[in-house]
C-alpha cells in the first residue's frame, strides 16, 4: 500500500496561487501514476490533473487548463500542484491519489490510493 500526505492547502484570494504537495511513501512502485481531485461541498469528486511517475506524460481536467500545472520529483517521491489564477469555483478538498496505470488517468475509479485531503478556500 501507498500512504499519500497532502499539504499546501489554505485561504487564498481570487486570483492568487497555491502549490500543494503530495508526499508518498511505502509501495510507490505500485502507483504508476499520480492524480489531483478536488471534492467541493455536495458535489461529486472530480479530476483535476494527473502525471506518470516515469515519462512525465500529463493531463487536465478543461476547466483547469492554463492555470494549474502538475509536476513530480522522482527523488522525492514527491507531486505537486502549482494553482494560479485562482477562482471561488476551485474551492474545495483536493485529493492526491496514486494509480496503477501506466497512464495520466482521469477516471478515479483508476486509483486504489488516496490521501487525507488538503482543503482549498478561494474567496471572491
Known amino acids: 500500500q501507498v500512504q499519500l500526505v497532502e499539504s499546501g492547502g489554505g485561504l487564498v484570494q481570487a486570483g492568487g496561487s497555491l502549490r500543494l504537495s503530495c508526499a508518498a511513501s511505502g509501495r510507490t512502485f505500485s502507483s504508476i501514476s499520480m492524480g489531483w481531485f478536488r471534492q467541493a461541498p455536495v458535489k461529486e469528486r472530480e479530476f483535476v490533473a494527473a502525471i506518470t511517475w516515469g515519462i512525465g506524460s500529463t493531463r487536465y481536467a478543461d476547466s483547469v487548463k492554463g492555470r494549474f500545472t502538475i509536476s513530480r520529483d522522482n527523488g522525492k517521491k514527491t507531486v505537486y500542484l502549482q494553482m494560479n489564477s485562482l477562482k471561488p469555483e476551485d474551492t474545495g478538498v483536493y485529493y492526491c491519489?496514486?494509480?496503477?496505470?501506466?497512464?495520466?488517468?482521469?477516471?478515479?475509479?483508476?486509483?486504489?490510493?488516496w490521501g487525507q485531503g488538503t482543503k482549498v478556500t478561494v474567496s471572491s
Open positions: 491519489a496514486g494509480a496503477p496505470t501506466a497512464w495520466a488517468s482521469p477516471c478515479r475509479y483508476d486509483y486504489n490510493s
